[in-house]
């Protein structure tokens, strides 16, 4: 028997992935930076089989047998079996649970699909008693093919996804670490996640994705995303906080208005949603205070802001958007330093 725990954190993207070519291939780059509070912990456990034609696996989901995951579980290690040789001698007992509340609407998929993959490389190592030449881009190339987001949460810090001439060793089929091309003033970053709507969306990033392929805006949205990738390598070079703000909402934005906009329209964002974004540029108007928000693809606001700022920025979390959470619920986060093998 084998085992191996990896705790790996949720990422959240300043630039954004929306669209995807076949093998979970991104139409266009995007950086994220990795949390450090939301995180998944998954522990597998193999045990060397009779029947070794064949994937089996066991998922318990914080301590409960959940096979609606394990289905998509499944359907993962077969795209990854041809890797991951031993896969189909082994029964896998696979435990994992987040720190984040349950259901809150925070997306699990990176975290999930980063810690399933860092495990599996670690399993890897072991079974076939080999040492793999790079263990984390190795597990950032299998978690893409989970969950395309996953790939950027391998490591801590910055972190940018798919290829562009901008940056010489970035790939499509995983994410690079930008950290050593990052200012002082974007280092340390706050992002508190106001919970504006708990639950399932009513769109999944799948479907999202997929109505990209017909959407008339698709080709102008990806050259536009190559364009703010460019431009936000430069910010995070020189430390331009404006610049950064301009780009990152717009991003979001952008993301949310390609949904509205889609052959089938749909809408994630929530009357809350929009109240909290304008009350954080009446406070940014009022305070000049370097905040700003990011939207994941669903009602929750991710409010950013520098380490400088934070006090004032939590007081006005606590004073003025509280009362737009469901249930008074937001999570704190800062820059994350990355995974972690227990
Ligand atoms: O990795 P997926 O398929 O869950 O897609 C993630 C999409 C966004 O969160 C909206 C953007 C991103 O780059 O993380």
């Given at each position: ?9 949720s ?7 929306w669209?995807?070519?076949?093998n979970?291939?991104?139409a ?15 522990t597998?456990?193999a045990?060397i ?7 089996s696996?066991?998922?318990f989901f914080?301590?409960e ?14 795209k990854?079996?041809?890797e ?6 082994y ?26 993959a860092?495990g ?27 969950s ?20 010489a ?5 995983y ?30 990033s ?11 805006f698709?080709q102008?949205?990806?050259n ?8 936000l390598?430069?910010?995070l ?8 703000i ?12 390609l ?7 749909f ?26 928000f ?15 700022d ?11 958007l ?6 008074d619920?937001y ?11 227990i």
């Amino acid at each position: 028997m084998k085992t191996t725990t990896w705790q790996s954190p949720s990422n959240i993207a300043l630039v954004k992935y929306w669209g995807k070519k076949e093998n979970q291939i991104p139409a266009n780059p995007s950086i994220s930076f990795s949390l450090n509070n939301a995180l998944t912990t998954t522990t597998i456990s193999a045990e060397i089989k009779e029947n070794r034609n064949a994937i089996s696996i066991e998922f318990f989901f914080e301590n409960e047998k959940n096979d609606a995951f394990a289905i998509k579980i499944i359907s993962f290690l077969e795209k990854v079996a041809s890797e991951f040789t031993w896969l189909k001698s082994y029964h896998l007992t696979i435990n994992s649970s987040n720190t984040f509340p349950h259901s809150s609407g925070i997306a699990s998929s990176a975290s999930a699909f980063s810690a399933l993959a860092l495990g599996l490389c670690t399993l890897h190592e072991e079974i076939m008693e080999i040492k793999l030449p790079n263990f984390y881009q190795t597990a950032s190339y299998w978690a893409r093919v989970g969950s395309g987001s996953a790939c950027r949460s391998v490591y801590g810090g910055y972190n940018l996804w798919g290829k562009t001439s901008l940056l010489a060793h970035s790939s499509d089929e995983y994410a690079v670490n930008i950290d050593d091309q990052i200012h002082p003033n974007f280092k340390t970053f706050n992002d508190t996640i106001l919970i504006i709507e708990k639950g399932k969306k009513a769109v999944s990033s799948t479907q999202g994705h997929a109505l990209l392929k017909e959407h008339p805006f698709a080709q102008m949205r990806y050259n536009i995303a190559n364009e703010n990738t460019g431009k936000l390598l430069s910010i995070l070079k020189n430390g331009e906080m404006n610049d950064f703000i301009k780009i990152v909402e717009s991003e979001a934005l952008m993301l949310h208005a390609l949904m509205m906009t889609s052959p089938t329209p749909f809408i994630l964002v929530k009357p809350n949603t929009l109240a909290v974004i304008e009350k954080i540029w009446d406070f940014r108007n009022q305070t000049h205070s370097e905040l700003l928000f990011t939207l994941d693809a669903g009602a929750n606001v991710h409010l950013l802001n520098s380490d400088k700022d934070n006090e004032q920025v939590q007081q006005f979390v606590q004073n003025e958007l509280i009362g737009y959470c469901q249930n008074d619920l937001y999570f704190c986060n800062a820059i994350g330093k990355g995974p972690l093998k227990i």
